[in-house]
């Protein structure tokens, strides 16, 4: 039983469908993770529905690229607000009440761009960069009440966010984003492909389970191998 957090409606009934077909329950709360509301709003329901809450994925998040002269201040707030400010925002309030059952677990995902340096990325990666270290801060301050926090940083991953992103790359370069992808996967890669969501998911569920019960304040990359040369 989980509860789904989106901005988006659409979002959130795709969640809600796929769930059913596992014969799980997925309630959506349609709220923007920047705003303290949706969080309080997310952590009520699951309380309401459920009686507890035993695991957080702050999965949410938005892309941006542009070099550091062409980002505007608007553009800079809109990235750390969602991606840092969100994920500070839900874990703050599910630790309090993990805490208080003297069990949880969180899983932050970051990005490959949280662990080195992307071009045109600036903001990005710095919201990245900041949610690795907010993960090893909740799994040093609250390892003590029961609480587990690690981050998961995949590298390029079939999604509409990975199409838009090798779009716009592709737009600065004059080439497609289908050729962009190509010639990343094949430079960079050395697994030669783009990851699946099933393999992100996979790592997920793994730090969830009790498999993991040792794992805390771990940095996770699931990219093929992409930051391993670094
Ligand atoms: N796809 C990749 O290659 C890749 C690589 C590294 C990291 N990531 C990270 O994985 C996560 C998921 O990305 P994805 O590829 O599935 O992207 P996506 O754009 O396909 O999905 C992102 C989801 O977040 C929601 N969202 C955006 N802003 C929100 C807000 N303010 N409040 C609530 N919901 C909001 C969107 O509506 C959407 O459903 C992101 O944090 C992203 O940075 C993705």
Redesign the pocket.
């Known amino acids: 039983m989980v509860i789904g957090?989106?901005?988006?409606g659409s979002?959130l009934q795709a969640l809600e469908k796929e769930a059913r077909t596992f014969d799980g329950k997925c309630i959506g709360v349609i709220?923007?993770?920047?705003e303290p509301l949706?969080s309080v709003k997310a952590v009520d329901t699951a309380i309401q529905h459920f009686g507890r809450l035993d695991y957080l994925f702050?999965?949410?998040?938005?892309?941006f690229i542009s070099p550091l002269l062409e980002t505007e201040d608007s553009n800079w707030d809109e990235v750390i607000d969602?991606?840092l400010r969100?994920t500070f925002l839900m874990s703050k309030r599910c630790c309090q009440v993990m805490a208080d059952t003297g069990f949880g677990v969180i899983v932050n995902?970051?990005?490959?761009?949280g662990i080195r340096g992307i071009k045109v990325n600036a903001a990005?990666s710095i919201s990245?960069a900041g949610i690795v270290h907010l993960t090893r801060s909740i799994a040093l301050d609250y390892a003590d009440k029961g609480i587990r926090a690690n981050c998961i940083?995949?590298?390029?991953?079939?999604?509409?966010?990975?199409e838009?992103?090798n779009a716009e790359v592709g737009e600065r370069k004059g080439k497609s984003g289908a050729e962009v992808l190509k010639e990343f996967v094949q430079e960079n890669i050395p697994m030669l492909r783009?990851?699946e969501?099933e393999e992100?998911a996979s790592v997920v569920l793994f730090l969830c389970s009790d498999d993991a019960r040792y794992v805390t304040g771990a940095v996770i990359p699931i990219d093929g191998g992409l930051t391993a040369g670094m």
């Open positions: 957090v989106d901005i988006s979002s709220g923007d993770i920047k949706t702050n999965n949410a998040g938005i892309e969602t991606n969100g995902n970051a990005s490959d761009a990005y990245k940083c995949p590298g390029c991953i079939r999604t509409p966010l990975c838009r992103f783009v990851g969501p992100v």
